[in-house]
T-cell receptor, first 110, second 116 residues
Framework: GENVEQHPSTLSVQEGDSAVIKCTYS??????FPWYKQELGKRPQLIID?????GEKKDQRIAVTLNKTAKHFSLHITETQPEDSAVYFC?????????FGSGTQLTVLP | NAGVTQTPKFRILKIGQSMTLQCTQD?????MYWYRQDPGMGLKLIYY???????DKGEVPNGYNVSRSTTEDFPLRLELAAPSQTSVYFC???????????????FGSGTRLTVV
């Protein structure tokens, strides 16, 4: 089955700096790569996703890049704010099954 | 439009007891999923369904059962609860056709289960 590795497991940045979280996947058939934000005690919320026919997608301060050849994709958050502090999960797979990474605890220091 | 609704929000079970976690969605999504999330960990897929009457195992199905008699409902049954099933359980749904997603996964608010 699909194997997803996510790095780093924890990340601290100063407010206003950028944050980058990376994921690698194993199944070349995977065609859908979402990123979820989960605040403590809450449900995961989709923040951005990308499909395998697209190399990059941006939504305001958030961007995702996908390298299908190397089987890795990354989440970029620019101009970080304290409210960006949360656990971020990447996912890889398809409509039928989605495998998640183990999560990154992002802390934005004021 | 309530989205994905899970009940109960919290439950404490004794070892060997059984229970059903309820999940209902009102978005006319055809695919539904059950995940578990252990403390400090990612989400593991337990079971999924691509439509009424169709279910399939995910990564960690042992100790669980599911059914999908309607498009809206996807209950998860725990038989003979064990401490290893202490976790937060999330139900999710999407709209998809032939492997093509028309929406991102929408998650319910979760059920926090403790087995003692």
């Amino acid at each position: 089955g699909e194997n997803v590795e996510q790095h780093p497991s924890t990340l601290s940045v100063q407010e206003g700096d950028s944050a980058v979280i990376k994921c690698t996947y194993s199944d070349s058939a995977s065609n859908y790569f979402p990123w979820y934000k989960q605040e403590l005690g809450k449900r995961p919320q989709l923040i951005i996703d990308i499909r395998s026919n697209v190399g990059e997608k941006k939504d305001q301060r958030i961007a995702v890049t996908l390298n299908k050849t190397a089987k890795h994709f990354s989440l970029h958050i620019t101009e970080t704010q304290p409210e960006d502090s949360a656990v971020y999960f990447c996912g890889s797979g398809s409509a039928r099954q989605l495998t998640f990474g183990s999560g990154t605890q992002l802390t934005v220091l004021p | 439009n309530a989205g994905v609704t899970q009940t109960p929000k919290f439950r404490i079970l004794k070892i060997g007891q059984s229970m059903t976690l309820q999940c209902t969605q009102d978005m006319n999504h055809n695919y539904m999923y059950w995940y578990r999330q252990d403390p400090g960990m990612g989400l593991k897929l337990i079971y999924y369904s691509v439509g009424a009457g169709i279910t399939d195992k995910g990564e960690v199905p042992n100790g669980y059962n599911v059914s999908r008699s309607t498009t809206e409902d996807f209950p998860l049954r725990l038989e003979l609860a064990a401490p290893s099933q202490t976790s937060v359980y999330f139900c999710a749904s999407i709209l998809a056709t032939g492997g093509l997603l028309y929406s991102g996964y929408t998650f319910g608010s979760g059920t926090r289960l403790t087995v003692v």
